[in-house]
């Protein structure tokens, strides 16, 4: 989620990373209702699978909806991956995620026990954007 | 553009990979984990357990697999079907009796399997065939170069990397022929990652739209 404030914001238009969980707020991002809509039914509703695909393939393409097809599987597994060997949060991204993960209730997802930290004990970094490198 | 092609190729590839020895499961025993995965789908014990609140209080008792130790294939059920519930001291309770080294390679193997199922099953095909199993032995062992850095499992000890981008450092083999191909191809894309501007179809803030929804509907901290 640190991704979609810091990349939304480079380009202008930050996101409104509260509304994630709203299903009819787009969260300030193009078609965001259509592509949460379609993760949603991929992992929770899949009698409403179909027409939120066909949805979706009418507003960003044939292409557009391969990309959303594969971030999701990816994340599918990345989450697995992050909750069954018990990584902590990196630093700058938990020191900058306090004030969503407390409006989305991040916190109080069982796997929040993994990270140990204090966020007012952690530097901000003077350039995020060059902490994603660590991602790679 | 990565295309529907060249996502086939690459699974094909990561396929091959799975059916070959890894770090601590011969090729058959892997094969196992994927078979463990896809019938948890329709297991009686994950549905029971996931009707209870604590998963603690079902017994793990799932269809056996040969080659297997029933703690891996319960590592394999509940990484499926259970993820959000998983806890310091089952894990640690696993690893006791399978070995911290098995343990992370049925995480590598179970998380890339979601990864080509799920992506099959939106594209409308079926789960492919099980991986073909390769004669040999996988090495048993840990890496020197992994160590205790707060997570569950070892993790390479260099801050080179994000944590999740080390997550599965102590099984080199499927990290490095398994997960991280995976990874690349299906979002972060090597140096492509670094950007906010991504040439895709989708721009950077959509993709992290779709990746955060998942996460949060996966109840994932990280």
Redesign the interface.
């Known amino acids: 989620?640190a991704?979609?404030r810091?990349?939304?914001k480079?380009?202008g238009?930050p996101?409104d990373?509260a509304a994630?969980?709203d299903p009819d707020s787009d969260?300030g991002?193009?078609?965001?209702r259509l592509?949460?809509a379609?993760?949603?039914a991929?992992?929770?509703e899949p009698e409403r699978?179909g027409e939120q695909?066909r949805r979706l393939r009418a507003a960003?393409?044939e292409?557009?909806w391969?990309?959303?097809?594969?971030?999701?599987?990816?994340?599918?597994?990345?989450?697995?991956?992050?909750?069954?060997?018990?990584?902590?949060?990196?630093d700058q991204v938990f020191a900058s995620s306090v004030e969503f993960r407390a409006a989305?209730g991040?916190?109080r997802?069982?796997?929040?026990?993994?990270?140990?930290k204090d966020a007012a004990a952690i530097a901000p970094a003077e350039d995020y954007?060059?902490a994603?490198?660590?991602?790679? | 553009m990565v295309g529907l092609a060249a996502f086939d190729a690459l699974h094909e590839r990561v396929w091959a990979a799975l059916g070959e020895p890894g770090d601590w499961l011969d090729a058959r025993a892997r094969r196992e984990v994927v078979r463990a995965v896809r019938a948890s789908a329709s297991c009686a014990v994950c549905d029971r357990r996931a009707g209870v609140a604590s998963p603690a209080m079902a017994r793990a008792e799932h269809e056996p697999a040969p080659l297997l130790a029933a703690g891996l294939v319960d590592v394999a059920h509940r990484l499926t079907r259970d993820n959000a519930r998983l806890g310091r001291s089952w894990a640690d309770g696993v690893m006791a009796v399978v070995g911290v080294g098995p343990y992370a390679e049925v995480v590598g193997i179970a998380a890339a399997v979601r990864v080509v199922d799920t992506f099959r099953r939106l594209t409308g095909r079926d789960p492919a065939a099980l991986p073909a199993p390769r004669p040999g032995d996988p090495p048993r062992a840990l890496p020197d170069s992994v160590g205790d850095v707060g997570a569950w499992v070892p993790q390479s000890l260099t801050k080179a990397r994000a944590n999740v981008s080390r997550a599965l450092s102590c099984v080199p083999r499927t990290d490095t022929r398994v997960w991280r191909p995976l990874v690349d191809a299906h979002y972060s894309r090597g140096a492509e990652f670094a950007s906010f501007t991504w040439d895709r179809a989708l721009t950077r803030p959509q993709v992290e739209l779709v990746a955060a929804t998942v996460t949060w509907l996966n109840e994932c901290f990280y």
């Not at chain 1, 991002?29 to 965001?32: E, L, P, S, T």
């Not at chain 1, 994603?132 to 790679?136: C, G």
């Open positions: 989620m991704l979609l810091e990349s939304s480079a380009l238009a996101a990373l994630l969980t969260a991002v193009a078609c965001g592509l949460k379609f993760a949603r991929a992992l929770l699978l695909a960003v393409g292409e557009g391969l990309e959303a097809v594969s971030t999701l599987a990816a994340f599918e597994g990345l989450a697995r991956v992050a909750d069954a060997t018990g990584i902590e949060v990196d989305l991040i916190d997802f069982r796997s929040a026990a993994n990270t140990r954007a060059s994603l490198d660590l991602f790679r």
